[in-house]
């Protein structure tokens, strides 16, 4: 048996067109994973290094207005990837050049939150950029899954959809979770256990309505109230840690002006999870179509995906205090939508 390990690599998309593996004397073609990430800014730059360091993809496409920015990351990036086992190549582009993507990543942003904003104000600028990008996008023969890494992720995610004419399936947001991950983090912090073990999560908008789903909460069946009493000898303030997760990306923001290493996680989680056709279900962004007795809008809800994007959509039966909150979330996403350009 012959094995090869081949150094990482940088140019343009010619350059590297597919993997060749040579095993037993045959040689075997595979087509190259290509991830374009449209914002080379701190989430795009951050998410790309995400990438590359967990090997999720072969090739990685940035994509900004500011063409040396952009350059300065590729190249930046093409250093790290010399350490990398296996072949990544790592490029620039226009976003029209897209016909040969699978998926892309817009992490575009319209500009910084002033002191006392939330995730809506950023609307009008961020769905203007939106509304010129992705026609041109489609015009030139985009059919890969769109993942929308900006704010407020919900409302953009229905415009891209809208805007693409793509299936349902093909037009995801990072949703609720980064999120439902804090939630899992925090209670694993007090409870002493490896954060998979706990099985929480949030719904609802990316923003100030989402909420998390106490009574699916558990840790291997046992209910998340009771575990924590019987840990720690007090009743667990479940609003005040709802409130403490909803607000922690404002503290990271307000402490070093952006948030970056978190939704990066959440951006590689969600592409690797495509590529390998996972089945797994996450908490992201996705548009109903009459699933939990709503429509007309994208919102966080448990989906599984698979690599043509979405697979199935799992509706939970929530208690009624929780579908109060899930149509009061979808109520605000819906008069948000109604303001895009």
Same mark, same amino acid.
């Given at each position: 048996?012959?094995?090869?390990?081949?150094?990482?690599?940088?140019?343009?998309?010619?350059?590297?067109?597919?993997? /060749?593996? &040579?095993?037993?004397?045959?040689?075997?073609?595979? &087509?190259?994973?290509?991830?374009?990430?449209?914002?080379?800014?701190?989430?795009?730059?951050?998410?790309?290094?995400?990438?590359?360091?967990?090997?999720?993809?072969?090739?990685?496409?940035?994509?900004? %207005?500011?063409?040396?920015?952009?350059?300065?990351?590729?190249?930046?990036? +093409?250093?790290?990837?010399?350490?990398?086992?296996?072949?990544?190549?790592? $490029?620039?582009?226009?976003?029209?050049?897209?016909?040969?993507?699978?998926?892309?990543?817009?992490?575009?942003?319209?500009? +910084?939150?002033?002191?006392?904003?939330?995730?809506?104000?950023?609307?009008?600028?961020? +769905?203007? #950029?939106?509304?010129?990008?992705?026609?041109?996008?489609?015009?030139?023969?985009?059919?890969?899954?769109?993942?929308?890494?900006?704010?407020?992720?919900?409302? #953009?995610?229905?415009?891209?959809?809208?805007? @693409?004419?793509?299936?349902?399936?093909?037009?995801?947001?990072?949703?609720?979770?980064?999120?439902?991950?804090?939630?899992?983090?925090? %209670?694993?912090? +007090?409870?002493?256990?490896?954060?998979?073990?706990?099985? /929480?999560?949030?719904?609802?908008?990316?923003?100030?309505?989402?909420?998390?789903?106490? @009574?699916? $909460?558990?840790?291997?069946? $046992?209910?998340?109230?009771?575990?924590?009493?019987?840990?720690?000898?007090?009743?667990?303030?479940?609003?005040?840690?709802?409130?403490?997760?909803?607000?922690?990306?404002?503290?990271?923001?307000?402490?070093?002006?952006?948030?970056?290493?978190?939704?990066?996680?959440? #951006?590689?989680?969600?592409?690797?999870?495509?590529?390998?056709?996972?089945?797994?279900?996450?908490?992201?962004?996705?548009?109903?179509?009459?699933?939990?007795?709503?429509?007309?809008?994208?919102?966080?809800?448990?989906?599984?995906?698979?690599? $043509?994007?979405?697979?199935?959509?799992?509706? %939970?039966?929530?208690?009624?205090?929780?579908?109060? &909150?899930?149509?009061?979330?979808?109520?605000? #996403? &819906?008069?948000?939508?109604?303001?895009?350009?």
């Amino acid at each position: 048996m012959m094995a090869f390990i081949s150094c990482a690599m940088t140019g343009d998309r010619s350059n590297f067109v597919a993997a /060749a593996v &040579k095993l037993n004397g045959h040689r075997m073609n595979t &087509k190259a994973r290509k991830v374009m990430i449209i914002g080379a800014g701190n989430v795009g730059a951050s998410a790309a290094y995400a990438l590359l360091n967990q090997n999720i993809c072969e090739e990685l496409i940035l994509v900004d %207005l500011n063409r040396d920015r952009a350059e300065g990351h590729a190249q930046d990036l +093409a250093d790290a990837a010399a350490y990398m086992p296996g072949m990544m190549s790592i $490029s620039t582009r226009d976003a029209r050049d897209c016909a040969d993507v699978d998926i892309a990543v817009i992490t575009v942003s319209g500009g +910084a939150l002033k002191p006392g904003q939330t995730r809506l104000d950023e609307l009008a600028n961020t +769905a203007r #950029i939106v509304k010129n990008l992705v026609p041109q996008m489609m015009e030139n023969g985009f059919n890969g899954i769109f993942l929308i890494a900006t704010n407020p992720c919900d409302i #953009i995610t229905w415009q891209v959809w809208k805007l @693409s004419g793509l299936p349902r399936s093909q037009v995801i947001g990072t949703g609720v979770w980064l999120d439902t991950t804090r939630l899992r983090r925090t %209670l694993a912090q +007090a409870l002493d256990i490896g954060a998979q073990s706990i099985d /929480a999560f949030i719904l609802g908008e990316h923003g100030d309505t989402q909420f998390p789903v106490w @009574s699916h $909460s558990s840790v291997y069946g $046992s209910p998340i109230g009771e575990v924590y009493q019987r840990h720690t000898g007090k009743t667990l303030d479940r609003q005040q840690l709802a409130e403490n997760v909803r607000r922690q990306g404002f503290k990271i923001y307000n402490r070093k002006g952006c948030t970056e290493y978190g939704i990066a996680g959440t #951006i590689a989680e969600i592409c690797r999870n495509i590529f390998t056709g996972s089945h797994r279900a996450l908490a992201i962004s996705c548009v109903l179509e009459g699933e939990y007795g709503v429509e007309g809008l994208a919102i966080g809800v448990p989906a599984v995906l698979a690599q $043509s994007g979405v697979q199935q959509i799992i509706e %939970l039966q929530l208690a009624e205090d929780e579908q109060v &909150k899930f149509r009061h979330s979808a109520e605000v #996403i &819906k008069a948000n939508i109604a303001r895009l350009p």
